[in-house]
Nanobody
């Protein structure tokens, strides 16, 4: 069974940092592009960043220089380091991968207070 489980969300003040983690099971992780999405209340889900199986990263313009994603192909984990957080970064964050169908984790809430 394919499963993605995120952790690491929480409440942080503006300017602070959080590190999200996602553990994958049931897939050949090392071959998969892994994506991070977020969804703010009343907003559409949006792509934050991606990391290829070889570690090449891409980010949405609105998080470039602020967020960094890394992966560990031995532990089957992908992480999202979020620095200098802003109130507009408040959202549920999801890790995801496309194996022919898009698979989602359950999401983890990030709340940034002013």
């Amino acid at each position: 069974q394919v499963r993605l489980v995120e952790s690491g969300g929480g409440l942080v003040q503006a300017g602070g940092s959080l590190r999200l983690s996602c553990v994958a099971s049931g897939i050949t992780f090392r071959y998969r592009v892994m994506d991070w999405f977020r969804q703010a209340p009343g907003q559409q889900r949006e792509l934050v960043g991606s990391i290829s199986n070889g570690g090449v990263t891409n980010y949405a313009d609105y998080v470039k220089g602020q967020f960094t994603t890394t992966r560990d192909n031995v532990e089957n984990t992908v992480a999202l380091q979020m620095n200098n957080l802003k109130t507009e970064d408040t959202a549920v964050y999801y890790c995801s991968t496309n194996i022919g169908v898009r698979i989602w984790g359950q999401g983890t809430q990030v709340t940034v207070s002013s």
